[in-house]
């Protein structure tokens, strides 16, 4: 291709007619058009690379006011091109098909290291930046685009004249479309085997997110692109017939997703430096990066709008949960699905036993821990099947053909009758003919896989105007003692119970209170201002089944005659467990002393709020 170059600019589709008052002969703009296209003609001989560079005697006078005067580039045929276009990915994905449809536009490429590479493998005519900015690459290509004759072609106005003027100044062409991605940080950082600090170092992108922000800045001129899976659009764009404000609405929002991809890009190096030097200490300041994964119905109400979306930190990397859940059947997940999903399916993945836990509006309403998962569902929905109705149920086992078999039949314990319905069920997989035979509950029911994830990692939760952090409360009963403090000394069975009761308190709303027996939870409290009230409804779940039970509480008792302590001993608990530290505990003591029960501290609070 041959380049005219006259100014900064030529787009002759951007000129427009001339002014009434003048004939094509007296308006400047027209006569260099007519200067270029005869210009054009002596030049159409010569083909491939850009070969020479003519400058027409046209003369334009400082201060007129002509829309474009910009570089013209001459094609094989004698058209003009309509402007340049560089390209410089790390993701190859969908490059040579958007590289051959800009050149058939009319486009010039201009393009970087293995992105000219490839372009240059595909056949198609490509200019390498540095031919464009005249200057090497440098410092093993920390240094290829950050050159004014790079960013002076992106930045340049072209509707402010001394713009033009001054990339004229230093023939410095525009460039109207920039195509970028970047170092692929972090796949880099979170490959299964760790790199060096000094590999991850290098794989911090400089130059591409420079190009990126100064096109999205321009972005009244310029289109930039960072995503792949744009690349089909921007050609219908660019060979359509938007209006220029459409065109213009269009380029905004691709400026918004460059500086989204920029700053998602930032706060990725970000976190993973901090982990570097910090430790698992709070940061002193913190981004975190999400992508929306869809559009919610509605929130908690109807009436409030809601999406949902994952989060791209690093410390989710790879963690599974209900975010990264594969729905195999049903209808869309709604706000309070994910809510009252990740309940159940944090709590269930926090037993190590196979085990089935039910939730019904974030609160566990039913748990059984059993050899045999077809044991343990039928136990969690006796302990409340009221509640249990229209609940989430999940499993910390594969579902096979007989236990979907009983989830699809099981009749309600209260009256033997109704089949139960659920909203969603969850475990961490499916036999074909356990899926298969589930499906066959319900068209509407949820079925979810999901990757195991128990409570690890970062906690936040919003707040007006903040965000509270801290560490997610992964402490299981293994990880601590109960201390007998009463005379009568609970047997092993009971300190089994009990471990698996403190496990079930720790999933349920402050105050909160877990009866359980042969780990199974016969009753809870949950959510309640005093934990009197708690134990009372706990008592009133649990029944009949009271007698022999253990009782697990996530604080202290403050107070035990004639309060939680004493009405538990009296209606058949054989053993309790609380944290311990209130000034009334010898209380607690003497009242489990009087009846025979066994009391347990743990030293441990398990408040949720």
Not at 354 to 374: E, F, M, Q, W, Y
Not at 400 to 429: C, H, K, N, Q, W
Not at 582 to 595: E, G, I, L, T
Request: aromatic share 6%; charged share 20%.
């Amino acid at each position: 291709m041959t380049s005219c170059l006259l100014g900064a600019g030529f787009a002759p589709h951007l000129v427009g007619k001339p002014a009434k008052s003048q004939t094509p002969q007296t308006c400047p703009t027209w006569s260099l058009i007519h200067d270029l296209q005869r210009c054009a003609a002596s030049v159409s001989a010569n083909r491939g690379n850009v070969l020479s560079t003519h400058r027409t005697s046209h003369k334009i006078p400082r201060g007129s006011n002509i829309p474009c005067c910009a570089t013209m580039t001459v094609g094989a045929s004698g058209s003009a091109s309509k402007g340049k276009a560089l390209i410089s990915v790390s993701d190859k994905q969908g490059l040579e098909k958007l590289a051959k449809g800009l050149s058939d536009q009319g486009y010039e490429l201009v393009s970087t290291g293995g992105s000219a590479a490839a372009l240059e493998k595909a056949s198609l005519p490509v200019q390498r930046v540095e031919q464009l900015t005249g200057f090497p690459e440098m410092l093993d290509g920390r240094v290829k685009t950050l050159h004014p004759g790079v960013h002076g072609g992106i930045l340049a106005k072209r509707d402010e004249e001394k713009h033009m003027a001054a990339i004229s100044d230093h023939n410095i062409s525009p460039i109207d479309i920039v195509v970028v991605n970047l170092y692929p940080f972090r796949q880099t950082v979170t490959a299964e085997q760790p790199p060096s600090y000094e590999t991850a170092v290098e794989n911090i992108d400089i130059g591409g997110p420079a190009m990126i922000r100064a096109a999205a800045k321009n972005h009244s001129h310029v289109a930039v692109v960072v995503d792949p899976n744009d690349y089909d659009e921007l050609l219908q764009h660019l060979s359509g017939s938007s209006s220029a404000q459409e065109a213009l609405q269009y380029r905004k929002r691709l400026a918004w997703k460059a500086f989204q991809h920029c700053a998602t890009y930032d706060s990725t190096v970000a976190e993973w430096l901090w982990s570097q030097i910090g430790g698992s200490e709070a940061a002193p300041e913190l981004s975190r990066p999400m992508r929306q994964v869809s559009g919610l119905r509605y929130g908690e109400n109807p009436h409030q709008p809601a999406a949902f979306y994952s989060d791209l930190s690093l410390a989710e990397h790879g963690k599974g949960g209900i975010a990264t859940a594969l729905l195999h059947h049903g209808k869309e997940m709604s706000y309070n699905n994910y809510l009252d999903g990740d309940a159940a399916y944090t709590a269930v993945c926090d037993f190590p036993e196979p085990s089935c836990v039910i939730v019904k509006h974030t609160n566990p309403c039913g748990a059984a821990s059993r050899g045999d998962l077809k044991e343990a569902y039928p136990l969690a929905v006796r302990a409340d099947p009221t509640s249990a109705f229209g609940g989430i149920v999940a499993f910390n086992r594969p579902v096979d053909e007989e236990l979907a078999a009983l989830l699809r039949e099981f009749r309600s314990p209260a009256d033997g009758e109704t089949r139960m319905f659920y909203e969603v069920v969850i475990a961490p997989g499916y036999t074909p003919e356990g899926l298969q035979k589930l499906k066959g509950k319900s068209k509407t029911l949820r079925i979810l896989e999901a990757k195991p994830r128990a409570p690890e990692g970062q906690s936040l939760r919003q707040i007006a105007g903040g965000w509270l952090w801290q560490q997610a409360d992964n402490l299981g009963p293994d990880g601590i003692t109960f201390t007998p403090v009463s005379e009568t000394q609970p047997t092993e069975q009971q300190l089994a119970d009990l471990a698996f009761a403190w496990r079930c308190v720790k999933h349920v709303k402050s105050n909160a209170i877990t009866i359980a027996k042969e780990q199974r939870l016969l009753g809870m409290g949950s959510g309640q201002p005093n934990r009197v009230k708690s134990v009372q409804i706990a008592l009133e779940k649990a029944s009949q089944n009271v007698e022999g039970s253990v009782m697990a509480s996530d604080a202290f008792f403050p107070f035990a005659w004639n309060d939680s302590v004493e009405m538990a001993c009296k209606a058949g608990v054989k053993a309790i467990a609380h944290p311990g530290g209130s000034m009334r505990d010898q209380d607690a003591v003497d009242c489990c002393n009087k009846y025979g029960v066994a009391l347990v501290t743990t030293g441990v609070r398990h408040f949720r709020h």
